[in-house]
């Protein structure tokens, strides 16, 4: 159940990943004439890279 928490620091990370996809999606869906296919695939990239980010961090701070 641990695992599931998020802390203040992981919620940083999502929030930055969020941000940084929308709006890699919205430049790139000017270009590819897609603007709303773009940024929900960047902004789900942007969620999924931030979490990953987060575990990550977790297990290298662990081995520490």
Known sequence: MEKLILSDQDYDY?????ALGAGIGILLGI????IILA????????IISSL??????????RKI
């Open 39 to 46: 940024f929900s695939a960047c902004t789900v990239i942007g």
């Open 52 to 61: 990953g980010y987060s575990v990550y961090k977790k297990i290298k701070y």
């Open 31 to 34: 270009f590819v004439d897609d």
């Open 14 to 18: 999502l929030a930055k990943g969020i």
